[in-house]
């Protein structure tokens, strides 16, 4: 299979996800000594395997795990851990963990998977804001809250008046191209943002499906990942994001109820594809910027280092990568897990072995893959 056809759908949790109550090592006697009080038990994990449960609001992710759909990656992060929300998150967007970086690392994936930015939906990003992961020059997105109320100028009720409106648009976009490089850009940009709105305002009306997602946010954007992506237009990579798992307070509630919706979102979507015979292409990554500390605050857990990531899908040779991080204290980083797997390993894979897009001129060094499609 080429990967001309393979697509990419990238799920951010954000605000930190809590690694150890998520992939929960309930045995281990440091877990239990850190975690008096923010502790999820042995018979209240979904068992798993090597030692290791997972949330109890993680069945979904259990199912699919038990296809063998499901790679779990230990131990993820990046050298000297920064535990601020931007900067964590500001690294992983940009694959810069050194310096501030200017460029998204799925933007400059978008430029190389459609270079002449001919491909306006080549990427959708479904939410309000724009994640600097997919920001690049000449990178062409479209932002997606709703794909029914999708468009431009919808607030004008008659078709003529609003055909006779984006007309104008169009024409004084054209007519500007050529005056400068500035102009040039915007005038680009709008013609692309309303050739996107075209196209992706039919969407739904071609989508039919018997799986019933549910109403949450989170859901509702997956759907719309699951609608582009059955439409054949050309998407390629679709992200969202969901949060904040940032649990200082109320933590196994907290996290407890974002993963029910994540892991029914996530598993309505891989249903959804499968149902249509398009899940063999479509691989989903999911991260968080970092992980929570080894110790809990009473109530929660605080900002912390090394986390976990999930790569799902039918070419995903399911199981366990990479290492646990030791919860012993002396091998903790100030209080934290250490990481033992660069995130730009992860990156590598998917952008040389699933994207097909030379991941040199992306992510900056060499990187041994994790290995784990089939």
């Known amino acids: 299979m080429s990967g001309k056809n393979r697509k990419l759908v990238v799920v951010q949790l954000s605000g930190g996800n809590d690694y150890l109550n998520c992939i929960v090592p309930y045995s281990d006697s440091d877990y239990i000594d850190n975690r008096p009080n923010v502790r999820l038990t042995e018979d209240e994990v979904i068992p798993l395997d090597n030692g290791y449960g997972l949330n109890p609001s993680m069945g979904p992710i259990k199912e699919l795990y038990d296809q063998g759909k499901v790679a779990i990656i230990h131990g993820v992060g990046y050298p000297v851990p920064n535990r601020s929300h931007f900067r964590s998150m500001d690294i992983w967007h940009t694959a810069e963990p050194t310096k501030v970086g200017e460029q998204g690392w799925l933007g400059r994936a978008i430029n190389e998977i459609t270079p002449d930015g001919e491909n306006v939906v080549v990427a959708v990003n479904f939410g309000s804001a724009l994640p600097r992961a997919l920001v690049a020059p000449g990178a ?37 191209i050529g005056t400068g490089p500035v102009i040039d850009y915007l005038s680009k940009t709008g013609l692309d943002a309303l050739r996107g709105a075209d196209i992706l305002s039919s969407v739904p009306e071609t989508y039919t499906s018997t799986v019933e997602y549910a109403q949450n946010p989170f859901a509702q954007n997956i759907k719309g990942a699951a609608q582009v992506l059955q439409a054949d237009i050309g998407t390629r990579i679709c992200y969202t994001q969901y949060g904040s798992f940032d649990t200082h307070t109320n933590e196994l509630a907290l996290q407890g109820k974002l993963w029910t919706d994540v892991a029914g979102g996530i598993y309505d979507l891989y249903a959804d594809l499968k149902e ?78 699933w994207l097909e897009v030379d991941a040199k001129l992306i992510v900056k060094g060499t990187y041994e893959k994790v290995g784990c499609f089939n």
């Open 140 to 176: 062409p997105v479209a932002t997606v809250s709703n794909l029914k109320t999708y468009g431009l100028l919808n607030h004008i009720g008659e078709n003529d008046q609003r055909t006779q409106a984006l007309d104008a648009f169009r024409k004084m976009y054209a007519s500007a």
């Open 276 to 353: 249509h015979n398009a899940s063999d292409d479509v691989l989903i990554f999911v991260f968080s910027e970092f992980g929570r500390r080894v110790k809990d605050n009473g109530n929660g857990t605080d900002h912390g280092s090394g986390g976990v990531s999930f790569l799902i899908g039918d070419h995903v040779e399911g199981g366990h990568y990479s290492e646990y991080p030791s919860l012993a204290a002396d091998k903790l980083v100030a209080g934290d897990l250490a990481f033992n797997l660069d995130f730009r390993s992860v990156y590598t894979e998917i952008l040389e072995d």
